[in-house]
């Protein structure tokens, strides 16, 4: 398996190096020469482990299978639960719980493979990386808790400064590894995401810090998450939705790419917040950019998507040329129309947006008819889901403890902490910056490995 960008720059590079590569150097995301069939029937296990060993396989062709494995088995071992992404049933509705990790969100799933999976390369290349990365609040813990202490690795985070829940900062920053740089930018999450790429186009001092990237532009980010999508199918047992709470389009990506490869997904329902910019892609073809809302799922507060860009490459039939015009004109001009696309966009996808007052009432909601609690993201899956009407499997993203003030602003009464959640108090290492790129390379510069 080989594997290429979306903007043709790039060609005919092993996975090792796709996955150290990060972004493209031609500025596209990495993307598979081709997508793997995998028809569920096939697996001889329901497990999560042995799905991802099966998963992996098939895209990775350059690590001992006997290496993957083990791999599989490090960064899952850290998890809560047996069953890795356990699934509780309400009626119709099934809640696919993805945060029983180390920082209690779905993305401790790809990134402590991530971590791990980069730990290896490194000590195999007798290399170092700095991996440089944007969050808008679970990324970033996520990453870090991946990340630190591991050998041959720095890690710096940009987050914006009050764009965070509380928890997710301290989860950042209440890290005593002297490998971690959490740094806090005056600006919103696609301020911090437009600086890291910025950065990463600049190929020279890309080589010369041995930049990565964590993000859901790394290709492992998506690899790892298509595993559960196959995982509830098949404890489910039958063809179902999935509703997704996406800002980033990482998460739904990867249940579109799993359906590529053969899983029978009726319908991918993409919910959003109020920064709807993928609503609107879905309903009528608008992709435009508008100020970024403050939300009481912050995660989500994004107005243009990581992700999109590897959609818009199969929705194309992987011209890789017709994206790069589209991502020129994009940034250009802020704004794409795909009116021309819009029956196969709708297709492929439905999408509901969902204001803080509902995601509020349905928190409320759902606790009073079945005593669970749901945080604000997986609030608007749930919200998605029952818009939709049909059976559907949904992703739960966060611990709802990691949103403490919502919760209570829902159901009137503190949630309980998990234990690892309540030992966290100071705010131990946290750095402030300007919102510019030279501060951050300056930064780099100062505190990278080389």
Known sequence: MFYKSTRCGVDKISFKDAIMMGLATDG??????????????????DDFKSIAFEIFKLYIDDIKEKDIFDLIEKSYAVFDDIEVTPIRQFDSLYILELFHGPTYAFKDIALQFLGNLFEYILDER???????????????????????GKKNVKVFILYPKNGVSPTQELQ??????????????????????????????DNTFKEKYHLGSINSINFARILAQIVYYYYAFLKIGKNVLFSVPTGNFGDIFAGYLAKLMGLPIEKLILATNENDVLYRFVRFGDYSKQNVKKTLSPSMDIQLASNFERYIYYLYDQDCNKVKNLMVELNKN???SFTDKLNQIQSDFSAYRTSDKEILETIKYFYEKYNY????????????????????????????????????????????????????????????????????????ELNANV
């Open 373 to 444: 609690i749901i945080d604000p993201h997986t609030a608007c899956g749930v919200k998605a889901a029952l818009k939709e009407g049909k059976q559907t499997i949904c992703l739960a993203t966060a611990h709802p403890a990691k949103f403490s003030e919502a919760i209570e602003n829902a159901l009137g009464f503190k949630i309980d902490m998990p234990e690892k959640l309540a030992k966290l108090k100071t705010k131990k290492r946290n750095f402030e910056q300007e919102n510019s790129i030279k501060a951050i390379k300056h930064f780099i």
């Open 126 to 148: 007798n290399q170092t990386l700095n991996v440089l990365g944007a969050t808008s609040g679970d990324t970033g813990s996520a990453a870090i808790y991946g990340l630190k």
């Open 28 to 45: 596209g995301l990495i993307v598979p020469e081709f997508v793997p069939k995998l028809l569920p029937q096939n697996l001889k296990n």
């Open 172 to 201: 950042m920053c209440d890290i005593e590894d002297k490998n971690v740089f959490p740094i806090a930018i005056n600006g919103t999450f696609d301020d911090c995401q437009n600086i890291i790429k910025e950065i990463f186009k």
């Open 334 to 336: 802020s704004k794409l």
